[in-house]
């Protein structure tokens, strides 16, 4: 069976950093592009950040650029998600997701989500 | 951006009810447009990619329409299992949007 399971989520001071992981399995890690999508306690979706399969391309949202770095290790069927100077409006469930194609930008397949806590 | 914009927010419905909600995108996406479905506490599921490509076990009562700007996700007769909420996400382009989110409840 396929799964994604984050790890990481923790309640952390504004300013602070965190690093979440997503560990694949049942599927092949490296044919698919990846992505973090987060939700706000009580918010809708938004999207955070993409990988290529590869790892060449990456985007951001505007609202992370400059503070959070996207990862992959294929060889460990591992996403990353490298959270610096974080803000209360950080605050979210983190999502790792997999597009349903290659080459296509729709999320087929997401993780049960880490609770990301930004609070003094 | 291409911003996406759902309508309504919320629907009171009853089991058995036809369910229609829109999605419109400020630019012309042409048919990259999914659907999902989130209950509370879970992950969304993804119903609908293509703007009307059902996904594999998905209720055939869940209908996706439309291209351009103006999408619409019917279901065409509410069960209990399909009272959640349903957003809408450009596949188009980066940054990836999604609607704000359709709560849909029960009468």
């Known amino acids: 069976e396929v799964h994604l399971v984050e790890s990481g989520g923790d309640l952390v001071q504004p300013g602070g950093s965190l690093r979440l992981s997503c560990a694949a399995s049942?599927?092949?890690?490296?044919?698919?592009?990846m992505n973090w999508v987060r939700q706000a306690p009580g918010k809708g979706l938004e999207w955070v950040s993409y990988?290529?399969?590869?790892?060449?391309?990456?985007y951001y949202a505007d609202s992370v650029k400059g503070r959070f770095t996207i990862s992959r290790d294929n060889a460990k069927n591992s996403l990353y998600l490298q959270m610096n100077s974080l803000r209360a409006e950080d605050t979210a469930v983190y999502y790792c997701?997999?597009?349903?194609?290659?080459?296509?930008?729709?999320?087929?397949?997401w993780g049960q989500g880490t609770l990301v806590t930004v609070s003094s | 951006d291409i911003q996406m914009t759902q309508s309504p927010s919320s629907v009171s419905a009853s089991v058995g009810d036809r369910v229609t909600i829109t999605c419109r995108a400020s630019?012309?996406?042409?048919?990259?447009l999914a659907w999902y479905q989130q209950k509370p506490g879970k992950a969304p599921k993804l119903l609908i990619s293509?703007?009307?490509n059902l996904q594999s076990g998905v209720p055939s009562r869940f209908s996706g329409s439309g291209s351009g700007t103006e999408f619409t996700l019917t279901i065409s007769s509410l069960q209990p299992e399909d009272f959640a909420t349903y957003y809408c996400?450009?596949?188009?382009?980066?940054?990836?949007?999604f609607g704000g989110g359709t709560k849909v409840e029960i009468k």
């Open positions: 049942g599927l092949t890690f490296s044919s698919y592009e």
């Open positions: 293509d703007a009307s």
């Open positions: 996400q450009q596949a188009n382009s980066f940054p990836l949007t």
């Open positions: 630019q012309g996406i042409s048919s990259w």
């Open positions: 990988i290529s399969s590869s790892g060449s391309v990456i």
């Open positions: 997701a997999r597009v349903a194609r290659g080459g296509y930008y729709e999320i087929g397949l």
